[in-house]
């Protein structure tokens, strides 16, 4: 039997996934006040590995009450570091990165490469803490290398991830939270700094992936963002087939790589 790798979708941008020994990773989880996500803190069994892209709300999410459940480590910029520290996780659990760092935890090789967004924490006493943004490169079994990209911008380094890391799949951000979403969080109207529908079939095609999973939304039906980075990515063709091929799961979907023939 293939050795597989488990992508499950939480809604937004949080994934579990699972490789072939059973290590489980948690990106972004963003669960307990999400609208989206078919699991809760409350839910979660075992959690070996998180990674944390940003300080967002929707990003950084439950990763604290998640790291004092279940003891495990965290990689994360400084500015999460630090939140995670002062309210009471073991430091040696936290792992501080910057732009360009390799660790191993958890078995789980994983590289943070730069990511053009922000990233800030401000408390009630007026403390304000900043942080480097981030994407990740990781990989949860042989042969398999992801790239998530948080919630960059596009730029032209993309291409040179592409060069150096050769990811073979994306998670993608391709939408934005619905606006509901936004305004419980002081955010009038939706805006967007990340990546549009036609920058993320762009980003993945500089990546070179051979399969894009879209995120970054709390639906993917009826999403108008959505379909057009499908009829995007669909229109990328080669000689051979589709140059990327897309996978769109709704929150609570999971997909498996490699994929079933």
């Given at each position: 039997?293939?050795?597989?790798?488990?992508?499950?979708?939480?809604?937004?941008?949080?994934?579990?996934?699972?490789?072939?020994?059973?290590?489980?990773?948690?990106?972004d989880?963003?669960?307990?006040?999400?609208?989206?996500s078919?699991?809760?803190?409350?839910?979660l069994?075992?959690?070996?590995?998180?990674?944390v892209?940003?300080?967002?709300?929707?990003?950084?999410?439950?990763?604290?009450?998640?790291?004092?459940?279940?003891?495990?480590?965290?990689?994360?910029?400084?500015?999460?570091?630090?939140?995670?520290?002062?309210?009471?996780?073991?430091?040696?659990?936290?792992?501080?990165?910057?732009?360009?760092?390799?660790?191993?935890?958890?078995?789980?090789?994983?590289?943070?490469?730069?990511?053009?967004?922000?990233?800030?924490?401000?408390?009630?006493?007026?403390?304000?803490i900043?942080?480097?943004?981030?994407?990740f490169?990781?990989?949860p079994?042989?042969?398999?290398?992801?790239?998530?990209?948080?919630?960059?911008?596009?730029?032209?380094?993309?291409?040179?991830?592409?060069?150096?890391?050769?990811?073979?799949?994306?998670?993608?951000?391709?939408?934005?939270?619905?606006?509901?979403?936004?305004?419980?969080?002081?955010?009038?109207?939706?805006?967007?700094?990340?990546m549009?529908?036609?920058?993320?079939?762009?980003?993945?095609?500089?990546?070179?992936?051979?399969?894009?999973?879209?995120?970054?939304?709390?639906?993917?039906?009826?999403?108008?963002?959505?379909?057009?980075?499908?009829?995007?990515?669909?229109?990328?063709?080669?000689?051979t087939?589709?140059?990327v091929?897309?996978?769109?799961?709704?929150?609570?979907?999971?997909?498996?790589?490699p994929?079933?023939?």
């Open positions: 039997m293939i050795p597989r790798t488990k992508f499950e979708f939480l809604g937004n941008a949080a994934y579990r996934i699972t490789n072939s020994k059973g290590t489980v990773i948690l990106i989880p963003f669960l307990n006040e999400s609208d989206c078919p699991i809760k803190v409350k839910d069994e075992h959690v070996d590995l998180v990674l892209t940003h300080a967002a709300w929707d990003h950084m999410g439950d990763t604290l009450e998640i790291a004092l459940k279940f003891n495990c480590p965290v990689i994360c910029g400084g500015e999460v570091r630090h939140h995670l520290v002062r309210h009471g996780v073991d430091p040696a659990k936290v792992r501080g990165m910057c732009w360009g760092l390799q660790v191993v935890e958890a078995g789980i090789r994983v590289r943070s490469v730069t990511s053009m967004h922000w990233s800030f924490i401000e408390y009630p006493d007026g403390t304000f900043s942080g480097p943004p981030m994407g490169i990781f990989y079994d042989e042969g398999v290398r992801v790239y998530h990209s948080g919630d960059t911008a596009i730029f032209s380094d993309l291409k040179l991830f592409g060069q150096l890391y050769q990811p073979n799949i994306a998670l993608i951000c391709v939408s934005m939270p619905e606006s509901g979403q936004l305004q419980k969080h002081g955010i009038p109207e939706p805006f967007c700094g990340e549009s529908p036609h920058e993320a079939a762009l980003a993945c095609l500089w990546l070179g992936v051979e399969y894009a999973l879209t995120n970054h939304y709390s639906r993917a039906k009826d999403n108008p963002d959505v379909e057009k980075f499908l009829t995007l990515i669909n229109n990328l063709h080669s000689d087939g589709p140059v091929k897309p996978v769109v799961l709704e929150p609570g979907e999971a997909w498996y790589y994929p079933e023939e």
